[in-house]
């Protein structure tokens, strides 16, 4: 009954041929950045030294070899992590169908909750990327401040907000509007759901899942680009894991992604058979 009502042919979101030029870009440049790393701590700040005398004397002012290193290992980061958010239907999509498939509910709304945001994902994931920039940002950035500070350094974030704000607003009202963009869809799938027998309560909880498996994904893509650059097992990437600054980003994206699926369904107060013939 959901098949047909979602029409036998979906459109399919596509991987563009200048979505693959940007990220293989991006990777090269997270390539020269690599071999830039790999000279070594030692030989980068003896030629820094013999050639530059004031860029050598900024150099310790950053904190130390090791601090440089990890900032650098961070730039590495970011790229690679804006060249998999370019081509999401590898990355992201992949991310998302598996996590969900570890889950091991077997309610109905779980199973509705999950095929919903499996089927919308195959048509944009528009839904996603947002919050993974959010929560990947804010992880690497601060996580390199941490190296900084565990290096010797006493200086903190310096002119990140000033640039992320916009970008997670931006970003943010982007997801939101992606999500909302369904929102008839979905209150038209929810209706047939009732008048086939689902409870009222079950709906509720399907939508609250849904929005909920659009903010893990953005989370666990997030929290994996920093554990990339954290380099070590569990205890090191706990250990750099910038718990006091990723807990309140994690928290508005949850909310933001759960109230944007859940809310319109509580305001639409008309009769099932009015939604359900509403067109799509």
């Keep these: 009954e959901m098949q047909a009502l ?3 042919a979906t459109p399919v979101a596509r991987t563009r041929a200048w979505q693959w030029v940007v990220a293989g870009t991006l990777v090269v440049g997270a390539a020269f950045a690599l071999v830039i790393a790999l000279v070594g701590p030692t030989e980068l700040a003896s030629l820094v030294k013999g050639v ?12 130390s070899i090791k601090g440089f290193t ?7 980061v970011l790229l690679v992590m804006v060249a998999a958010l370019c081509v999401p239907n ?14 091991p509910g077997r309610s109905p709304a779980w199973f509705t909750a999950r095929a919903n945001a499996r089927h919308r994902s195959t048509m944009s994931l ?14 690497v950035v601060y996580t390199v401040v ?23 607003a931006i970003s943010g009202v982007g997801g939101v509007a992606n999500i909302a963009m369904v929102g008839s869809t979905r209150r038209q799938e929810g209706a047939l759901l009732g008048v086939i027998g689902a409870r009222r309560s079950t709906l509720t909880t399907t939508t609250i899942l849904e929005g909920s498996i659009y903010a893990v994904t953005g989370i666990l ?6 554990a990339l650059l954290s380099g070590g097992g569990v205890s090191t990437f ?27 369904a509580q305001l639409d107060r008309r009769p099932v058979m009015d939604r359900l013939r509403q067109p799509v």
Excluded at 52 to 63: C, L, N
Excluded at 238 to 255: H, M, R, W, Y
């Design 238 to 264: 706990l250990a750099v894991l910038p718990l006091d600054t990723l807990t309140p980003v994690i928290g508005v994206v949850l909310v933001l992604a759960v109230a944007t699926t859940w809310l319109p």
């Design 146 to 168: 941490g190296a900084f500070r565990t290096a010797g350094s006493t200086e903190g974030v310096s002119g990140f907000l000033a640039i992320a704000v916009p970008i997670f």
């Design 6 to 8: 979602r029409e036998a």
């Design 90 to 103: 590898w990355t992201i999509r992949p991310l998302l169908t598996g996590w969900t498939a570890l889950v």
């Design 70 to 76: 990890q900032a650098l290992g961070g730039s590495i």
């Design 126 to 139: 528009t839904t996603v990327v947002p919050f993974g920039i959010a929560v990947g940002m804010t992880g």
């Design 52 to 63: 530059e005398p004031e860029a050598a004397a900024a150099f310790e002012e950053m904190g």
């Design 221 to 226: 893509f997030g929290l994996a680009a920093t």
